[in-house]
């Protein structure tokens, strides 16, 4: 299992990381779905078809971090706030039903963590699924729908993509789309 998880350190002052599993064939959304907006899982499950990269993750997870330090939280939690910082719309129902899981087999699944906290250890083993490397991401990757959810109908084909969605994630709060 930890040969698949993918860890990325936040902000040094926040001493929290952000691990990320990739699951397909996933047989439990519903229950997973039902655990987060619950609050019995401390994470959030995104969908992988609109992820080009980890560090459009690790961005949004690091301005969900910050935001939750200082108190500035848009949304109710900080795993929700993640998602909310993927999209580029404001509105946060929006946000949430666009990068949330929905009936697809394959997730995303991403916990903020402190060295001394495992819980994403026996929240990963509730998966009913096959666990994947994120080295395999590209293959869940829809470029068509990530064009579309970031609005790059008119990119060209040697733009870097990436730069400009983590552009557009940074910049959200001062430029609408």
Not at 89 to 96: A, G, M, T, V
Not at 110 to 120: A, I, P, Q, R, V
Not at 159 to 176: A, M, Y
Request: aromatic fraction near 10%; proline fraction near 2%.
């Amino acid at each position: 299992m930890s040969d698949y998880q993918y860890t990325s350190y936040l902000d040094p002052e926040l001493k929290t990381s952000l691990k990320i599993f990739l699951f397909k064939n996933v047989n439990n959304v519903d229950d997973i779905r039902k655990n987060i907006i619950g609050g019995v899982w401390k994470c959030a499950a995104i969908k992988p078809s609109l992820v080009l990269d980890p560090f459009q993750v690790i961005v949004a997870a690091n301005r969900a971090a910050i935001a939750e330090k200082f108190g500035n939280m848009i949304t109710k939690t900080v795993h929700s706030e993640i998602i909310y910082n993927l999209s580029i719309s404001k509105n946060i129902s929006q946000s949430l039903k666009k990068f949330g899981i929905d009936q697809d087999e394959s997730l995303l699944l991403c916990f903020l963590s402190t060295d001394d906290d495992n819980e994403f250890e026996s929240v990963v083993k509730q998966v009913d699924g096959e666990q994947c490397p994120l080295t395999e991401l590209s293959r869940y990757t829809d470029i068509k729908q990530v064009k579309d959810v970031y609005k790059l109908g008119s990119v060209g084909k040697d733009t870097d993509l990436l730069d400009i969605i983590v552009s557009r994630i940074v910049t959200k709060n001062f430029v609408t789309f």
